[in-house]
Every structure is written in C-alpha cells, then in structure tokens.
C-alpha cells in the first residue's frame, strides 16, 4: 500500500456536466476526509467517513455534491451540474482515527477545471 | 472566523540557511493538535510535524522544528539547512473536532 490514491489527476469539464472523482485510502484506515482547494488558499474541509458512514458534512457541500464510500474502503466524490466556481484541487486524506502524530495521509488531489 | 494565520509573503532562502515560517491559531480549546505541511508543485500535502498542546517538548522531525509558543498562541516551524528541494507551500493547520483547519500557506522558494 503506497498512500492514497486519487483518480483521475486531472479533469476538464463543460459547465453544466457532472464530475465523479475516486479516492482509494490506506487499506487500514476507517477514516477518509475530502478537502478543496482554491489557487492561494489553503485547503477547505468538504466531508468524512468513518468506515461507510458520512459522518460530517460541511456547508460548503452545497446540494449538487455528493459523496459516498460504499462499503468503508474508496470514496467517490459526484459534482452535478458544474459551475465554474467549482474549479479547484480536490483533496482526500485518510487516517486511524483521529491521529495525532503522523497526521492525516493526503493523496495528490484531482484539479478540476470547468470551462 | 480564520483560526490559523499565516501572512508572510513569499519567502527566498538561500541554500543551506535555516527558514522560520510563522503560523498563530485561535481555539478556546485546551486540548488541539498543530500540524504542518508542505505542498510542492505536485499538489499533494505532505505531513511535515506534529505539536500537541499538551506537550512540553518542542516537537522535531530531522530538519524540521516547531517553535510552539502556547502563551503567544503560536506555533512557528523552522526548516534548517535549506534545501533545492524545499521550495514549496507550507501550511500551518489546527484540528479541530474531526477535520483540520488550514492556513493560507507560506511560499518558500530555496535558491542555490
């Protein structure tokens, strides 16, 4: 197990198209978080599991996003409808409950831009 | 309400110095957790270093130091021997409950 995975890399789409993005986590941890970042910001908190349930969910999760982890292991994240305020880095993490000293694991993130 | 600041703008360091990047939070908490992490141009957020509020030791990863001021609500992080390698976004970022709170980040740019 390498880390967290994050698929695709990169993504261009036409607003008003639906997005699906794919995290893959540490195989041994029950906790997968999905962040966002926007050029010069540092990364937002969308949403997060422990095993399969959401758990939380931030108001920055309008209703066109949704996200799933079907059975406690990958997570997919949907955005219906695109806008273009929708175009950043979308991050997830996993962790082993809530670590302290080897912090949150984050894949390289999927950078989605909307034309 | 910003919890974490970071306002120093993009940083030069010259190779083999040591770099001091700034980061205060704001928590009425007494029990939080500080992190750092860097960002190179990739994108993916590496964990750098770890401070508790609880503990009494300055946390210290290889080159990496964290001057936690608990008083002055500050957790600095020092880079020593700079490196190429280094340059990247820093990001200074505080749990709370289940997620993290990050800074806006620190540029650092290492020339030889």
């Known amino acids: 197990d390498t880390g967290v995975s994050q698929d695709p890399r990169h993504k261009i789409t036409k607003r008003g198209q639906n997005v699906t993005f794919r995290c893959d986590p540490i195989s041994e941890h029950n906790r997968l978080y999905w962040y966002r970042q926007t050029l010069g910001q540092g990364p937002e908190f969308l949403t997060y599991f422990q095993n399969e349930a959401q758990l939380e969910k931030s108001r920055l999760l309008s209703d066109r996003f949704s996200a799933e982890r079907p059975k406690g292991s990958f997570s997919t994240l949907e955005i219906q409808r695109t806008e273009q305020g929708d175009s950043a880095m979308y991050l997830c993490?996993?962790?082993?409950?809530?670590?302290?000293?080897?912090?949150?694991?984050f894949g390289s993130g999927t950078r989605l831009t909307v034309v | 309400a910003q919890k974490i600041t970071q306002t120093q703008p993009g940083m030069f360091v010259q190779e083999k110095e040591a770099v001091t990047l700034d980061c205060t939070y704001d928590?009425?908490?007494?029990?939080?957790?500080l992190f750092w992490y860097k960002q190179p141009s990739s994108g993916e957020m590496i964990f750098l270093i770890y401070q508790g509020s609880y503990d009494e030791q300055n946390a210290t990863e290889g080159r990496y130091s964290l001057n936690f001021q608990k008083a002055r609500k500050s957790a600095n992080l020092v880079i020593s021997a700079s490196q190429l390698g280094d340059s990247a976004m820093y990001f200074c970022a505080m749990r709370e409950n289940n997620r993290l709170a990050f800074g806006k980040g620190n540029q650092v740019v290492v020339i030889p």
């Open positions: 993490a996993s962790s082993f409950g809530q670590t302290n000293n080897y912090g949150y694991t």
């Open positions: 928590t009425s908490d007494q029990s939080y957790g």
